[in-house]
Structures are given as C-alpha cells and as structure tokens.
C-alpha cells in the first residue's frame, strides 16, 4: 500500500529539513536539548496553516515559544476546574520561562473570527449540542461588545473584529494575576500584532491599539 499525499509530503519535508536546515543547525539543535529552552519572546498565534510565527519572523529553534489556538484568544483568567490549555502555556512561559514579552498576533481571513460573526445569526445551540469551537469561539464576544460600542464604520467587519480580538486579548493578558505582577514590575512587555495575509505584511499595535505596518526592511 502506498503511503497517502500528506504522508508522503510530510516526509519529504522532513527529509529537506534533515538535509537543509537540521544539517545547519545541528550543534544548536544539541546544544539547546542538553541545555534546555530559554526563548525571550511568547507569541499566541491562531492555529491557521497560512500564519506560522517562525516562518514569518524567521525563529531558529529555541527562540520563540509559540502558543497557538482557534483565533488566537487569550481567555480571561479562571481559576476554576477545567482543562486550560492556553492559560496553561502563558504560566508556563511566564512564571516558569520567565519570558521578557508576550505577543498576540491575529491575521487576515481568520476563520475563527468568521465563524465568531456567522454565529451572532444563528439560533443558539440546543440542549444536547455542545461545540467545543462554539464555546471557545464565544470568547470573542466581549470583544465585539466593546467594537461595537466605538462607533467604528462597520465597513469589513471581519478585519476590524480581527483586530478588536486582538486588542481583547491583551486585555484579557492582565487579567492573569502573574501577568499582571510582571508587567508592572517591568519584567514583561505585551504586544498586539496582525499578519496580512495576502500581502504577506505585519502590522503592531501601539499603546492606543491602533495597528500600523511594521517596516518590512
Ligand atoms: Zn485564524
């Protein structure tokens, strides 16, 4: 039996990074698995097969710790029982890694935030029907709460709504208690960012959550 398509392309990529960039790397490669991690930086990215943090800012390993999720969300702190998985990762990178910033980087055409605002139409979901996307997704809706208190021209909802997940999501950063702490002591710095997509351009957010285009040389 042959192996199927994805197969077989998952193994020729590892294949090239055998020969490309784990020849070239090797020695960081042991170094850092004798040695362990000490990446400076965590960027939540959404789960998107078009945005991944180190092909677009060009990580080695153990440089970025990378978190990704449905829409990139950083839900807002809940000690309560559950199986946190994101809050998990920004203990892990922030009390145990001790990272210096925390970026959250939404994306053009995301299709969290689409299906976020396809809900706000439908019926709410039966007894009986839970979705795990659904729920996660409902996140966002502080978020548009607040995008559609600002009297923002309405026009492309879907990329103004990217960005306001963004800006919620930093919100929701200081909600953590060990988050908070750090950004206050001056040990931790947050950051918004955006990827376009199409023209493959990043854009930060300032201090007032308004994204600008970062120079691309
Ligand atoms: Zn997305």
């Not at 689409?114 to 996660?136: I, R, V, Y």
């Not at 709460?145 to 103004?160: E, G, H, I, V, Y």
């Not at 002591?185 to 600008?212: C, H, K, M, T």
């Amino acid at each position: 039996m042959t192996d199927p398509k994805w197969k077989k392309s998952l193994i020729s990529g590892y294949q090239s990074f055998r020969a490309g960039a784990y020849t070239k790397q090797k020695d960081l490669y042991e170094e850092l698995g004798t040695q362990g991690q000490s990446p400076d930086v965590l960027v939540i990215a959404c789960v998107d097969s078009r945005v991944s943090p180190s092909t677009i800012f060009g990580a080695h390993p153990g440089e970025i710790f990378v978190l990704r999720n449905v829409a990139n969300i950083v839900p807002p702190y809940d000690p309560r029982a559950g199986y946190h998985g994101t809050s998990a990762a920004i203990e892990f990178a922030v009390s145990n890694m001790k990272v210096s910033a925390i970026m959250v980087m939404g994306h053009e055409s995301c299709g969290g935030v689409n299906a976020f605002l396809s809900s706000l139409d439908e019926e709410p979901a039966k007894d009986g029907e839970h979705s795990f996307l659904g729920s996660w997704i409902q996140i966002l809706d502080a978020a548009h709460k607040r995008f559609m208190a600002s009297n923002t021209p309405q026009a492309d909802q879907q990329k103004l709504m990217e960005y306001a997940g963004v800006r919620q999501s930093m919100l929701n950063l200081m909600s953590f208690p060990f988050v908070e702490k750090a950004v206050l002591a001056g040990d931790l710095s947050l950051q918004g960012a955006y990827f376009s997509i199409i023209e493959g351009r990043l854009l930060f957010a300032n201090e007032d959550g308004v994204f600008a285009e970062v120079p691309s040389e």
